[in-house]
Structures are given as C-alpha cells and as structure tokens.
C-alpha cells in the first residue's frame, strides 16, 4: 500500500476500504497531506465551487439532562450556568440573522425536557410564519420518532446529532449508561422522516485510535449524512476529562478532507471548536473541504453561559461591521460568502 495512491484512490472513486483509510491515518506525511488538502479542495470545488454557506446559530438552551463526560453543560457539572431563552429572544435572534441574510437558522441546546415537542412546534411555527422560505435545522439531542415527526411536520427541514463515535466501546465509556444502538437509532429516524441528517464526530477524544477514526470515516460513507460536523475534542475544566489534551488541528483537518473525498457533496462546516484550537482554523478547514460556517446569533448575555468547552470562540456579533470582517477573512483565503438556503443538493422536500 502507498498513501499517495490511496489518496488518488479516494479522489478519484470516492471510496476506500476500511485497510486503506487506516493506512492513510497511520502513515500521512507532509507531503502526502498537502496532495490530500488539494484534492479535497477540489473535490468541494466540483459541487459547491468556493462558496461558504452560512448558518446563524440560536443556543436555546444550556440546561441538559445527559452526562457526556467531555461536555461543559452536562447535568452533574454544578458550576454550569444555565439559562433559557424565551419565544421573543429566539425571534429577536433570527430577526437579527435575516437582516445579516442568514438562510438557516439553527435551534442548538442540551437535552432540555423544558423544551416540549409542543413548545418546539410553536417555535418552529412561529419562526416559519415570518421567514416562510428560511431553513430550520434542529440540534437538540435524541428524541422519540414522533417527537422527530411533529418537528418536522411543524416545518423544520434539518437536524444535526453528531453521532460522535462509532465505536460502540469508546462511546458507551464517554456516556455513561447511554446505549451506542439509541443514537444509531435516532440518526436512523430523522433520515427515515425526511430530515437532511448530519452525524459528525470528534477528533482527538481522550483514549481513542486511528482504528477508531477509521469506524467513524466508515460510518459516515455508508450513513451518508447531508451534513458532517467534525470538530477537535476541548477539555472543559469542569468535567471528568478536563485534564486531557484537545484534539489536535492537523488530525481534524485530514478527517476533514477525507470525509469530503468520501462524500463529495456533503455539507461541511469548519467548526467553532477548529477555531478555537487555532486562530488558522477555520481557514484551515474551508481549505480542508469545509463549505459552511456558523456564526453565532445568541444574544451576548448567554453566549458564555453556552460553554462546551473551554476557551470557545465567539465568532460574528450580531453587528454588520463583524460580519464585514468575517466576510474579509472568507475571501482571503480564497472563498465567497453564499447567502441562499444551502441544502444538500441530494435533498429536495
Ligand atoms: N469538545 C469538543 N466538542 C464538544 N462537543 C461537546 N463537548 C465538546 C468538547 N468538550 C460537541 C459534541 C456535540 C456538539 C454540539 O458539541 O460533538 O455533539
Ligand atoms: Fe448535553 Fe449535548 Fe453536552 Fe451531552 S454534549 S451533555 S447531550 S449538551
């Protein structure tokens, strides 16, 4: 085997077995991951040329039922601010998102059972009823296939739950007492009732191995998600693996751009937590295949309160003047600010 004809391999076919990509993680260089970058920078370049979508972020919630042992706003973390926003809040923030010309709205928060299906539904309603043509996309957690169902049958088009490691021993020992089938299962609903599903994974978690990265490349090939989020794991003090290291830039970046060979026409966001590893980072990750950036929109009063984990980048205020500058970084390094909806090209409702 040879990295550099697995790489070919890859761009060419889209596809690798699982020897290969475990022969590529093992065995890349800084040659043979300049020769990646390019190809998947390509390979993006086919489907969405150099665009950049753009999707305003909503934190609605930081109260949170689960106990992920890596995450700043899991239940038994007592330091943890928490906070909800009301209707008027989240309507103020996607306001405040159309006038910067967000098309996606994304309604992101903790397993809060505060959040009801019937409280998602008016929200959904409500956003739908004055931004009719906007995309919803979701990212609250598992939920029941009919709680999925009446949130989409209320109008939200998208749903995020990163099914963050497909490794079944790795995952259970990072949420304790949480079954790896459930959130199999949970992907598996939200595709089955017409949501565009994205899964993703973290890079770097405390204990795991190239042959773990590899079930998750494997994972999301043959799951083939419409969106990917891939992001460095950062210890948050406050949490059982808050001692560790985070995960490192250059991995996430060759996760990156093997998951766009693999999925040429996935949606790709380069992470806030990419950014907040390195100040490179998100250009690092567009250059990577990463077509999507998601700034945030909560109001500033919560935003620290949203603490995954430590040292969080807090890009794009509400204000135009920042969105110029985000805008000015974007085609510096080569890139355009989209503002249509960005759907999966593969998805139509
Ligand atoms: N480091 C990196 N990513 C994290 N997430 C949660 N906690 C951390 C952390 N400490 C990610 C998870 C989750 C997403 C919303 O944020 O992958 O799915
Ligand atoms: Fe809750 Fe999500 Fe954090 Fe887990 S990762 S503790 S589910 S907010």
């Known amino acids: 085997m040879d990295v550099i004809n697995i790489i070919e391999k890859l761009y060419k076919t889209n596809d690798a077995s699982k020897e290969e990509l475990l022969y590529l993680l093992d065995n890349i260089d800084e040659n043979s991951k300049e020769l990646l970058i390019k190809r998947a920078n390509e390979t993006r370049k086919k489907y969405y040329k150099n665009k950049v979508y753009m999707r305003g972020l909503i934190e609605l919630t930081s109260f949170c039922k689960k106990d992920c ?110 079954p790896f089938e459930k959130r199999r299962n949970c992907l598996k609903n939200l595709k089955d009732i017409g949501y565009q599903a994205g899964a993703g994974f973290m890079v770097g978690i405390p204990g795991q191995t190239n042959e773990d990265l590899v079930n998750d490349l494997m994972f999301v090939k043959e799951f083939e998600p419409a969106m990917c989020g891939i992001g460095p794991f950062i210890p948050h003090k406050d949490t059982p693996l808050g001692n560790h290291e985070h995960g490192s830039l250059e991995k996430t970046v060759i996760c990156l751009a093997i998951v766009r060979l693999l999925l040429p026409k996935v949606l790709l966001p380069a992470t806030t937590a990419l950014s907040s590893i390195d100040p490179k980072g998100r250009e690092e990750g567009l250059k990577a295949g990463g077509n999507v950036i998601m700034p945030n929109l909560s109001p500033m009063s919560v935003r620290k309160k949203y603490s995954l984990y430590d040292n969080k980048a807090y890009i794009l205020d509400e204000d135009a003047e920042y969105r110029t500058m985000i805008e000015k970084k974007i085609n510096e390094a080569g890139y355009e600010v989209e503002v249509s909806r960005g759907d999966n090209p593969e998805f139509r409702k």
């Open 69 to 178: 042992l890596y995450c700043g706003l899991r239940r038994h973390n007592k330091n943890a601010d928490r906070y909800r926003l009301t209707l008027d809040e989240i309507l103020e923030c996607v306001r405040k998102g159309d006038k910067l010309g967000y098309k996606t709205f994304v309604l992101q928060g903790g397993e809060d059972e505060y959040f009801t299906d019937n409280k998602m539904v008016e929200i959904i309603k409500a956003i739908k009823s004055e931004f009719p043509k906007n995309a919803i996309t979701l990212s609250l957690g598992e939920r029941s296939y009919d709680s999925y169902k009446k949130m989409y049958d209320a109008g939200a088009d998208r749903y995020l739950l990163r099914h963050e490691s497909a490794s079944k021993e790795l995952y259970e020992s990072i949420h304790p007492g949480e």
